[in-house]
Nanobody
């Protein structure tokens, strides 16, 4: 059974940094595309960053230059380093994974709250 567990959320002042972690169990981690999504109250969920099996990354325009996604296949973990945080980054952040054979993220973590105060 697949399980994704996030950690690292919290409260931070604007301009500060946080690093989120997501550890997976079940399946072969290295063959999955991993991603971070976020959802703020009253807003739709958005894709923040993704990293493919070869380490290629992509980002939402709103976080480019501030956030960095990375993965450690030996630890079955994907990270999201968030710098220069803004109040508009406040959201529940969730990690997800999909097979390279699918366009759908089928496994999700429970989410971790990130709150950025002004």
């Amino acid at each position: 059974q697949v399980q994704l567990v996030e950690s690292g959320g919290g409260l931070v002042q604007a301009g500060g940094s946080l690093r989120l972690s997501c550890t997976a169990s079940g399946g072969t981690f290295s063959i999955y595309v991993m991603a971070w999504f976020r959802q703020a109250p009253g807003k739709e969920r958005e894709l923040v960053a993704a990293i493919n099996t070869g380490g290629r990354t992509s980002y939402a325009d709103s976080v480019k230059g501030r956030f960095t996604i990375s993965r450690d296949n030996a630890k079955n973990t994907v990270y999201l380093q968030m710098n220069s945080l803004k109040p508009e980054d406040t959201a529940v952040y969730s990690c997800a994974r999909r097979s390279i054979l699918s366009q759908t993220f089928g496994s999700w973590g429970q989410g971790t709250q990130v709150t950025v105060s002004s």
